[in-house]
Nanobody, 120 residues
């Protein structure tokens, strides 16, 4: 497993933008990487995933067209560019990595989370 550290969260007004970064302690070029979020009183949900094999991306419907996930394998870093933020995007955002094709197995690594708060 790798250690993951997120950064870039904060308070922003609705319609604004934030860019989250997640730095890994080890090489993640062969890891599936993703961003998840958990709002108060809600279950953790997948926000965006990027494959290491095909570089294909997956987004939950509520963020399509507003969020973009990308990765820099030379720096073992994954990013989440969040535009047109809405109050309902408020949550703790977690970075995750898995050496397999999907995230959520026993081999998955998780960051400690970064708070994103969107004010109306």
């Amino acid at each position: 497993q790798v250690q993951l550290v997120e950064s870039g969260g904060g308070l922003v007004q609705a319609g604004g933008s934030l860019r989250l970064s997640c730095a890994a302690s080890g090489r993640t070029s062969t890891y599936t990487m993703g961003w998840f979020r958990q709002a108060p009183g809600k279950e953790r949900e997948s926000v965006a995933i990027i494959s290491w094999i095909t570089k294909k991306t997956y987004y939950t419907d509520s963020v399509k067209g507003r969020f973009t996930i990308s990765r820099d394998d030379a720096k073992n870093t994954v990013f989440l560019q969040m535009n047109s933020l809405k109050p309902e995007d408020t949550a703790v955002y977690f970075c995750a990595a898995d050496p397999g094709a999907s995230i959520g197995s026993v081999r998955s690594s998780w960051g400690q989370g970064t708070q994103v708060t969107v004010s109306s």
